[in-house]
């Protein structure tokens, strides 16, 4: 390998922020994205049926994705709905070919890595602004030449653990004629009536141009799929490279997703983890978060990098596995301890934490 991507490699590890692959033990689960405990429920099995050989444009499609497809855009409130594998590739997939030369769009700066790429393969103006800020967006957007304006943000940052003023930007986009795309990725199957996420539970559906639902967090599966118009999905079928080609995901998948977003005990999941969010937070009510308060995501923040590991060492001491979150995942200076509570976290395991971080 040339040496100077051994010396990125040598920087990262210097810096302290170096990655590497580990296989977690989920017996003290602080740190997943299995909000509901849905990865863990063996309730619902994987259908073996054959596998996708091919695309959906060439072999790959079937009646279970059609009927998923059909079952999700009914369920969220929505014209049509397409799967995508991954939310990566959905967010890759939408912005790449929906943005076009001459459009602009306007994303919070704290959007996901897989948008930023998404936007980057696009050829549209992109202008950052700043996070949960409702008045610097309504500047910048004033300030647009373009015909074509879209605001990018997510309904929870997953790295943030807090939500976004959703009818604010709902209304300021319509005040500039800007299109809206919001990203539910850690909201599905954790908020709403029946998991359908914040963008319904705000009653905003009729107001977004689209939507993009991940099956890998809060349902505990994989793939994603994006909501919006009949038309929408017409083009993304036509224009989406990402899903174009994609061998699709195996038969049996789209079946477990339909019976998984169809859950009738989500709300009984949902309420047993609000209350571990509250009791988490009561417990530990002398730390300063920064994440919402009824967010499943806490974050403690760390300026000083070298008391990170240290704060881990401890929770891992109690039998805790948790994970720092280091730059370039977030801003220098804004190193974190990401914790995740979970539906299925006991008490015991709630009190165990709280008593490692004081």
Do not use: W
């Amino acid at each position: 390998m040339n040496e100077q991507l051994i010396k990125k490699l040598l920087d990262r590890k210097e810096s302290g922020s170096f990655r590497e692959l580990f296989v977690p033990n989920l017996e003290r689960d602080f740190f997943s994205n299995d909000y509901l405990g849905m990865a863990r429920d063996n309730s619902i099995p994987v259908p073996q049926k054959r596998g996708a050989t091919g695309s959906r444009l060439l072999s790959g499609n079937s009646s279970e994705a059609e009927d998923c497809e059909q079952f999700l855009a009914e369920h969220f409130h929505a014209q049509a709905s397409l799967v995508f594998n991954s939310g990566y590739a959905a967010n890759l997939g939408l912005l790449s070919s929906v943005l076009q030369r001459g459009d602009s769009v306007f994303y919070d700066q704290y959007i996901h890595a897989s948008s930023r790429d998404g936007i980057r393969l696009s050829y549209a103006e992109s202008i950052a602004f700043k996070h949960n800020d409702c008045d610097d967006l309504i500047r910048k957007l004033g300030k647009s030449k373009s015909t074509t304006n879209y605001v990018l943000v997510e309904s929870l940052y997953s790295m943030d653990g807090d939500f976004s003023p959703l009818k604010q930007i709902v209304d300021i986009c319509e005040a500039h004629n800007a299109y809206l795309i919001v990203d539910e990725a850690h909201t599905g199957a954790v908020f709403g009536a029946l998991g359908k996420g914040v963008i319904h539970k705000e009653d905003l559906t009729h107001r977004i141009f689209a939507r993009i639902m991940t099956f890998g967090k809060g349902y505990g599966f994989h793939g994603a799929v994006i909501l919006g118009a009949i038309t929408l999905k017409d083009y993304l079928i036509n224009f989406s490279r990402s899903f174009i080609y994609s061998t699709a995901l195996p038969v049996g998948d789209y079946t477990k997703i339909k019976s998984l977003v169809g859950d009738l005990n989500i709300g009984e999941k949902q309420n047993k983890l609000e209350k571990n969010i509250a009791l988490f937070r009561r417990l530990n009510e002398k730390l300063s978060f920064s994440s919402d308060i009824k967010s499943p995501i806490q974050i403690l923040e760390f300026s000083d990098i070298s008391l990170l590991p240290k704060v881990v060492k401890k929770i891992k001491e109690k039998g805790i596995y948790t994970k720092s979150i280091l730059p370039p995942t977030v801003p220098e200076g804004k190193s974190r301890l990401r914790i995740c509570i979970h539906s299925y976290n006991t008490k015991e395991e709630i009190e165990l934490i709280s008593s490692a971080l004081k």
